[in-house]
């Protein structure tokens, strides 16, 4: 059986492996930005087409730059707490039982 880190090097655990619920108001908001993309696409003339995409890509490369950057610090917090519950055991009270 691997580890954990092995898992994850083997690519046999994926975080990211998520769908979006069938239904949900999140699916609701992706349809129509798609739809409104292709509306946009289609009406827009050469150079403010490739203006528009121009956008869509920069926004899209912030959006991914963001959820990276949510994603550390998100993990690095759960390390935190993973430290602080195993290895840290300093607390403003001392343990009556340590001396017994």
């Keep these: 059986m691997l580890n954990i880190i092995e898992e994850l090097f083997y690519h046999n655990i994926d975080p990211q492996a998520r769908m979006v619920r069938n239904g949900s108001n999140l699916q609701k908001q992706l349809e129509l930005m798609s739809d409104y993309e292709e509306q946009l ?41 993973v430290f602080d519950t195993f290895v840290d055991d300093s607390a403003p009270y001392r343990d009556l039982t340590e001396n017994i």
Excluded at 45 to 63: G, H, I, P
């Design 41 to 81: 696409t289609r009406t827009l003339k050469d150079d403010e087409r490739k203006l528009f995409l121009a956008f869509v890509n920069a926004v899209s490369e912030v959006q991914a730059e963001s959820q990276l950057d949510s994603f550390m610090v998100g993990f690095r917090l759960g390390a935190r707490f």
